[in-house]
């Protein structure tokens, strides 16, 4: 049995009991404020996806306390996100992963905004620009965001990311 110190937390479980005296899960990381050890748990990801991309470079994005990091497949399904994706949006990670990004979406999200991403993803383009999502609890919010494809070692698509920044309405 494994005895969990108070000091460890996992994005995949959330409001478990103090008392739960053994879990096993692939995003167990200590509580930092620089998050060093979710840029490892991102880069533990990126190496079991074979990934041709420098994590280095958004290392600093992680640690912004208005921005958040959304993974997904190549059909954009998510696979991961970063603890300041629950802090933006209210869901856990474990209500995000399995859905596609468009849960967010609601009455006031624009079909340009929409179909602006759709079509860059479908051709496995860069996408930049700015959308309307909404919160857990129902709450509109500006959100910009830059989507990337990344590629394998053999240059086949294997994940989105999306770097998202909540901007003031």
Known sequence: ??????????????????????????????????????????????????WKFDLNKIKRF???RKNTIVITCENQKIEWVSKGFTRMTGYA???AIGQFPKF???????LEAKTA??????????YSGKIINYRKNGEKYLCKVDILPIYDNYHSLVNFIAFEYEMIM
């Open 1 to 50: 049995m494994i005895n969990l110190p108070s000091n460890i937390s996992c994005d995949t479980f959330v409001k478990l009991r103090p008392a739960t005296p053994m879990l096993v899960a692939y995003e167990f990381m200590k509580i930092s404020r620089n998050d060093l050890n979710e840029f490892a748990n991102l880069k533990d990801f990126a190496e079991l996806k074979n």
């Open 62 to 64: 992680l640690q912004g």
């Open 93 to 95: 990670a474990n209500e």
């Open 104 to 110: 967010l979406q609601g009455s006031e999200t624009t």
């Open 117 to 126: 991403i759709r079509s860059k993803l479908s051709v496995e383009e860069k």
